[in-house]
């Protein structure tokens, strides 16, 4: 599986920005895939997931400011992120949830967000 994820930037708080996930060499569709972060000094956390057939699940730190959705005929996942917040400053990054609990090393390119106050 090869992930690129793309869209990240500098932002004002309160600001919004669309984050994509390119995925090559693995079966998309029929994969729970999610959005992580990883902010400095910290573990990475999973933000949003999304299932094969459209169940989704935030952290609650994102519940009602982050949508997650697919595009399987694209094998692309996007994060759309609103009214955000200082504390959403980190790299994020795409993986499929299967892979991570299998404890894998690979997390492809992640994309910066930086929310200024």
């Known amino acids: 599986v090869q992930l690129q994820a793309s869209g990240g930037g500098l932002v004002q708080a309160g600001g919004s920005l669309r984050l994509s996930c390119a995925a090559s060499?693995?079966?998309?569709?029929?994969?729970?895939v999610a959005w992580y972060r990883q902010a400095p000094g910290k573990q990475r956390e999973l933000v949003a997931l999304?299932?094969?057939?459209?169940?989704?699940d935030y952290v609650d730190s994102v519940k009602g400011r982050f949508t997650i959705s697919r595009d399987n005929a694209k094998n692309t996942l996007y994060l759309q992120m609103n009214s955000l917040k200082p504390e959403d400053t980190a790299v994020y990054y795409c993986?499929?949830?299967?892979?991570?609990?299998?404890?894998?090393?690979?997390w492809g390119q992640g994309t910066q967000v930086t929310v200024s106050s």
């Open positions: 993986n499929v949830v299967r892979l991570v609990l299998e404890g894998t090393d690979y």
């Open positions: 060499g693995t079966t998309f569709s029929i994969n729970t």
């Open positions: 999304i299932s094969s057939g459209g169940s989704t």
